[in-house]
C-alpha cells in the first residue's frame, strides 16, 4: 500500500486530486489503483504562528521500499500537479519493508467505497409531535442550587 499524506491543503483539496491523480500515479508507481491511498489530516501547518493552509503544502508518501527507483518521477508529477492547489509544495518519501506491514481485508464488503457502491439512506419524515419545543434548560439554576445544598449537607453528615 503505497499511503501518500498531504499536509497543509484542506481535506476538500485533497479530495479532489486524489480523485483526479489516483490513477497517474498508480501509472507512474507501477502498480494497480487499488494500492494508491490518501490520507488528508485535519491539521494546520503553522509558521511563526500563521497559518500555511494552501500556500505551504508538504506531500509525505509512505511507500515499500520497491518503489524507491521511481521517486524522480513520482516527484516531479505531484508538484507540478499540485500546485493547481496551492503556492508551495515539497514531497517528501518514506520506505518501508512490505513484510512489516499488516492488514486485514474484510472479504464481505467492497475494499473501497465508491460513487457505485454508496448506499443512500431516505432519512424518515419526523412527526412533529415526536420533537420536544420546550426549554430544556428550564430551572436548571434552581435544581443546580438544590443539588449543591443536598451534597453540602450529605458533606456534613460524614
Same mark, same amino acid.
Given at each position: 500500500?503505497?499511503?501518500?499524506?498531504?499536509?497543509?491543503?484542506?481535506?476538500?483539496?485533497?479530495?479532489?486530486?486524489?480523485?483526479?491523480?489516483?490513477?497517474?500515479?498508480?501509472?507512474?508507481?507501477?502498480?494497480?489503483?487499488?494500492?494508491?491511498?490518501?490520507?488528508?489530516?485535519?491539521?494546520?501547518?503553522?509558521?511563526?504562528?500563521?497559518?500555511?493552509?494552501?500556500?505551504?503544502?508538504?506531500?509525505?508518501?509512505?511507500?515499500?521500499?520497491?518503489?524507491?527507483?521511481?521517486?524522480?518521477?513520482?516527484?516531479?508529477?505531484?508538484?507540478?500537479?499540485?500546485?493547481?492547489?496551492?503556492?508551495?509544495?515539497?514531497?517528501?518519501?518514506?520506505?518501508?519493508?512490505?513484510?512489516?506491514?499488516?492488514?486485514?481485508?474484510?472479504?464481505?464488503?467492497?475494499?473501497?467505497?465508491?460513487?457505485?457502491?454508496? *448506499?443512500?439512506?431516505?432519512?424518515? %419524515?419526523?412527526? /412533529? !409531535? +415526536? =420533537?420536544?419545543?420546550? &426549554? *430544556?434548560?428550564?430551572?436548571?439554576? %434552581?435544581?443546580? /442550587? !438544590? +443539588? =449543591?445544598?443536598?451534597? &453540602?449537607?450529605?458533606?456534613?453528615?460524614?
Amino acid at each position: 500500500m503505497i499511503t501518500i499524506s498531504i499536509y497543509g491543503l484542506d481535506q476538500y483539496a485533497v479530495g479532489h486530486y486524489s480523485k483526479e491523480n489516483t490513477k497517474n500515479l498508480a501509472q507512474l508507481f507501477e502498480t494497480n489503483e487499488d494500492n494508491i491511498l490518501f490520507y488528508a489530516p485535519n491539521a494546520y501547518l503553522l509558521h511563526y504562528g500563521m497559518d500555511q493552509t494552501s500556500w505551504n503544502s508538504i506531500v509525505r508518501i509512505n511507500a515499500p521500499k520497491k518503489f524507491a527507483a521511481l521517486e524522480t518521477k513520482v516527484a516531479e508529477y505531484i508538484l507540478k500537479t499540485i500546485v493547481v492547489y496551492c503556492i508551495n509544495a515539497s514531497v517528501e518519501f518514506y520506505y518501508y519493508e512490505e513484510k512489516n506491514r499488516y492488514e486485514f481485508i474484510n472479504k464481505e464488503y467492497p475494499r473501497f467505497l465508491s460513487e457505485e457502491n454508496i *448506499v443512500n439512506v431516505e432519512h424518515e %419524515e419526523i412527526d /412533529e !409531535e +415526536e =420533537i420536544y419545543h420546550g &426549554n *430544556v434548560f428550564e430551572n436548571l439554576d %434552581e435544581k443546580i /442550587e !438544590e +443539588e =449543591i445544598i443536598r451534597r &453540602n449537607k450529605n458533606e456534613k453528615e460524614n
